[in-house]
C-alpha cells in the first residue's frame, strides 16, 4: 500500500496563493489516481480535485474550478495542488488519497489518506 504525505499548508489572506505537494511512497506511485479532499471544521470531507493514473485526466469540485490545478510528477512521486485566489471558504485541512479507481468514481475511494496539512485563508 502506497503511503502519502502532505505539505505546504498554511495561513495566507484572501485572494493569496498556495502550493500543497504530495509525497508517495511504497507502490508503484503511477499506477494509482491520485485526489486531493478537504475537511473544514464541522463538515463532512470533501472531494476537491482528482488526476488519474492512465491518462492524466483531471477532476475538480465546482467551488475550485477555474482556481485550483492539480498535477503529478510520476519520476518524484509526487503530487501537486496549486490554489489561487483563495477565500476563507477554502480553509480546511486538505488530505491527499490514492487509489486505483479513476476519479471518476471517487465516491467509492477508501484511501490510503495522508495526514493532512492545514490551509487557512483569512479575510
Known amino acids: 500500500q502506497v503511503q502519502l504525505v502532505e505539505s505546504g499548508g498554511g495561513l495566507v489572506q484572501a485572494g493569496g496563493s498556495l502550493r500543497l505537494s504530495c509525497a508517495a511512497s511504497?507502490?508503484?506511485?503511477?499506477?494509482?489516481?491520485m485526489g486531493w479532499f478537504r475537511q473544514a471544521p464541522g463538515k463532512e470531507r470533501e472531494f476537491v480535485a482528482g488526476?488519474?493514473?492512465?491518462?492524466?485526466?483531471?477532476y475538480y469540485a465546482d467551488s475550485v474550478k477555474g482556481r485550483f490545478t492539480i498535477s503529478r510528477d510520476n519520476a518524484k512521486n509526487t503530487m501537486f495542488l496549486q490554489m489561487n485566489t483563495l477565500q476563507p471558504e477554502d480553509t480546511a485541512v486538505y488530505y491527499c488519497?490514492?487509489?486505483?479507481?479513476?476519479?471518476?468514481?471517487?465516491?467509492?475511494?477508501?484511501?490510503?489518506w495522508g495526514q493532512g496539512t492545514q490551509v487557512t485563508v483569512s479575510s
Open positions: 488519497a490514492a487509489s486505483h479507481l479513476s476519479p471518476a468514481y471517487v465516491s467509492s475511494w477508501s484511501g490510503p
Open positions: 511504497g507502490r508503484t506511485f503511477s499506477w494509482y489516481s
Open positions: 488526476i488519474g493514473w492512465s491518462d492524466d485526466r483531471t
